[in-house]
């Protein structure tokens, strides 16, 4: 007889994780027929409430790469 292993549950890690990938791809499926980046919403979501910042400024913010915010603007 085959003995049965109970699945631990999900780590609070584990969860935010899941999230934060399905809100990644319904920012894509979302975005994508307005030619926008996740990136780019990320950046315009910030800007529209907070007026003008730097590449320099929003890095802390969001933790990307500079380039990919420069690429952004």
Do not use: C, W
């Not at 499926?29 to 307005?34: F, S």
């Not at 590449?55 to 603007?73: A, D, I, M, W």
């Amino acid at each position: 007889m085959a003995r049965r292993v109970m699945a631990e549950p999900p780590t609070l890690v584990a969860l935010l994780e899941r999230s934060a990938h399905v809100i990644v791809i319904y920012l894509e499926r979302t975005l994508a027929p307005l030619g926008i980046t996740q990136a780019e919403a990320h950046v315009l979501g910030r800007l529209g409430r907070g007026g003008d910042a730097s590449p320099n400024e929003l890095h802390p913010v969001f933790g990307h790469k500079r380039s990919t915010l420069t690429g952004s603007f």
